[in-house]
C-alpha cells in the first residue's frame, strides 16, 4: 500500500532519493525522454510531485486508480525512468511543471 509523506518526510528522504538516482543514473546509457507529457500526465506529475499516491490521485480527479496507474506507467516509459521519484526529479531538472497547483475536479 502506498502512503503520503509528509512535508517533513519528503525534505528528510529527498537528499537520499537524489544521491541514489545520481549513482543509478551512471549505470545506464541516458537516451533523450519522449516529451512532451500529456496534460493529463502533466497533471497527474504535480500530484505525484506533492507527494500524492495513486488512490488519492484517483479520488481527487474523479478516475479509477486503474487509469491514474496506467498514466504513471505512460509518464515512466516516455521519461525512461523506474519509478516516480526519479520521473518528478528527472522533471524538476528540465523545468517540466511540476510546482504549479494542479486542478481539482
Do not use: C, F
Request: aromatic share 2%; no cysteine; net charge positive.
Amino acid at each position: 500500500e502506498e502512503m503520503m509523506l509528509n512535508n517533513s518526510s519528503r525534505k528528510k528522504i529527498l537528499p537520499v532519493a537524489l544521491i541514489a538516482h545520481e549513482r543509478m543514473s551512471h549505470q545506464y546509457q541516458p537516451h533523450q525522454p519522449q516529451l512532451p507529457l500529456t496534460p493529463r500526465e502533466t497533471e497527474i506529475t504535480q500530484w505525484i510531485s506533492r507527494g500524492a499516491t495513486s488512490a488519492a490521485i484517483a479520488e481527487i480527479l474523479m478516475i479509477s486508480k486503474r487509469t491514474v496507474d496506467k498514466h504513471v506507467e505512460h509518464i515512466l516509459d516516455k521519461l525512461n525512468v523506474a519509478n516516480r521519484t526519479a520521473a518528478i526529479y528527472l522533471l524538476q531538472q528540465r523545468s517540466m511543471p511540476t510546482e504549479s497547483e494542479p486542478r481539482r475536479k
